[in-house]
């Protein structure tokens, strides 16, 4: 029996076949069991010398079909290893990586610029009040000008903000009057206009109010030329021209220099080799007084810029809709390496 069954062990080709083998002489209706159970019709000299050899037989048999279900593991994991190897020296797969949007850049850029010359960074939302809006800034509700930011009325109170002006009403409004104000506030700002390669109905402005006593309009031309020149090079030169907004007296608009110098010599990107970037001036009297402060105590400037077109001008974007429709082919090409 003994022989017969480790032959059989030495035969199985699997661990399958070598269980069979195990339920065939071990299991409870194999030979092995029926020779232990027959035991009891023994006689007691009998009984230990049977019951010791049955138990060679046994351990015999469990000890072959053990290893041989060793060797059998040891092949399976074997020939698992063999087959999934990963070859480390294979070159890896590119990996695409993204990257903020232009005008998250700029935007980030221009906040870490004026960081640098002490402003905080305020917020307000695109969901504005009239009264902000427009009424705090001097825009009562028959004043034309309110036509030239022809908006998106949500009731007759609220509107989709048509710049970020009205967080200077609330940043004044919000220290009462009797702290200086120095901030800027970036935002979207939303105008009824036809979308073109120069508009779109929504677009970023980024606002700056500075309100302390004695601030001067050479203040507001030397903070501007700081971030003109930080922001496109210290070759540009800025130019204040006179203008008109209801809350600024006087109002203007600054230009930047736009000769471009390159190895070949310098070429000029309009006629008049300036371009048009922002819109400022002193904080208007009334707009003071609306939000708590004394004109006569505090004067103030305040300027709003749009970072699509500075970041046209700085990279020379043709069309405003690229911020807009998600191109990877137009976005990628400002991400950083
Ligand atoms: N809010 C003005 C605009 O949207 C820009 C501006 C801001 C002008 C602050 C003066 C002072 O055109």
């Given at each position: 029996l003994k022989e017969e069954a480790l032959t059989k062990v030495a035969q199985a080709e699997d661990l399958k076949a070598l269980e069979a083998v195990r339920v065939g002489y071990l299991g409870k209706k194999g030979p092995m069991t029926e020779v232990l159970r027959g035991m009891g019709k023994l006689s007691p000299e009998e009984r230990p010398v049977v019951g010791e050899l049955a138990n060679k037989v046994r351990e015999a048999i469990t000890t072959a079909l053990e290893e041989k279900k060793q060797r059998f593991e040891a092949d399976v994991l074997n020939t698992q290893l063999k087959t999934e190897?990963?070859?480390?020296?294979l070159p890896g797969r590119p990996v695409n990586l993204g990257g903020p949007h232009l005008l998250t850049s700029i935007v980030t850029e221009i906040e870490d610029l004026f960081i640098g010359m002490g402003f905080d960074i305020k917020e307000g939302p695109e969901v504005e009040t009239d009264y902000y809006n427009f009424e705090a800034l001097n825009?009562?509700?028959?004043?034309?000008?309110?036509?030239?930011?022809?908006s998106f009325y949500i009731t007759e109170e609220l509107l989709?903000?048509?710049?970020?002006?009205p967080v200077q009403a609330r940043t004044m409004g919000e220290y009462r009057g009797n702290k200086p104000v120095k901030m800027i506030c970036p935002g979207k700002v939303y105008r009824r206009d036809t979308d073109d390669a120069t508009h779109s109905h929504q677009f970023t402005q980024v606002e700056g109010l500075y309100v302390d006593k004695n601030v001067r309009m050479s203040d507001l031309k030397g903070v501007l030329n700081q971030f003109a020149k930080q922001f496109f090079g210290e070759e540009r030169e800025i130019r204040l021209r006179p203008s008109f907004f209801?809350?600024?007296?006087p109002s203007v608009e600054m230009d930047i220099s736009c000769k471009v110098c390159h190895g070949k010599g310098c070429s000029v990107c309009k006629q008049t080799g300036w371009i048009e970037i922002l819109g400022g001036g002193m904080v208007h009297p009334d707009v003071l007084k609306m939000a708590g402060y004394d004109p006569e105590i505090y004067s103030g400037f305040a300027f709003g810029m749009g970072p699509e077109r500075i970041a046209m001008l700085k990279y020379g974007v043709d069309d405003i809709r690229h911020f807009y429709t998600n191109d990877q082919r137009f976005l990628t090409q400002y991400h950083k390496a």
């Amino acid at each position: 029996l003994k022989e017969e069954a480790l032959t059989k062990v030495a035969q199985a080709e699997d661990l399958k076949a070598l269980e069979a083998v195990r339920v065939g002489y071990l299991g409870k209706k194999g030979p092995m069991t029926e020779v232990l159970r027959g035991m009891g019709k023994l006689s007691p000299e009998e009984r230990p010398v049977v019951g010791e050899l049955a138990n060679k037989v046994r351990e015999a048999i469990t000890t072959a079909l053990e290893e041989k279900k060793q060797r059998f593991e040891a092949d399976v994991l074997n020939t698992q290893l063999k087959t999934e190897t990963i070859d480390v020296t294979l070159p890896g797969r590119p990996v695409n990586l993204g990257g903020p949007h232009l005008l998250t850049s700029i935007v980030t850029e221009i906040e870490d610029l004026f960081i640098g010359m002490g402003f905080d960074i305020k917020e307000g939302p695109e969901v504005e009040t009239d009264y902000y809006n427009f009424e705090a800034l001097n825009l009562p509700k028959d004043h034309p000008a309110r036509d030239m930011q022809d908006s998106f009325y949500i009731t007759e109170e609220l509107l989709l903000r048509t710049h970020t002006s009205p967080v200077q009403a609330r940043t004044m409004g919000e220290y009462r009057g009797n702290k200086p104000v120095k901030m800027i506030c970036p935002g979207k700002v939303y105008r009824r206009d036809t979308d073109d390669a120069t508009h779109s109905h929504q677009f970023t402005q980024v606002e700056g109010l500075y309100v302390d006593k004695n601030v001067r309009m050479s203040d507001l031309k030397g903070v501007l030329n700081q971030f003109a020149k930080q922001f496109f090079g210290e070759e540009r030169e800025i130019r204040l021209r006179p203008s008109f907004f209801p809350f600024t007296e006087p109002s203007v608009e600054m230009d930047i220099s736009c000769k471009v110098c390159h190895g070949k010599g310098c070429s000029v990107c309009k006629q008049t080799g300036w371009i048009e970037i922002l819109g400022g001036g002193m904080v208007h009297p009334d707009v003071l007084k609306m939000a708590g402060y004394d004109p006569e105590i505090y004067s103030g400037f305040a300027f709003g810029m749009g970072p699509e077109r500075i970041a046209m001008l700085k990279y020379g974007v043709d069309d405003i809709r690229h911020f807009y429709t998600n191109d990877q082919r137009f976005l990628t090409q400002y991400h950083k390496a």
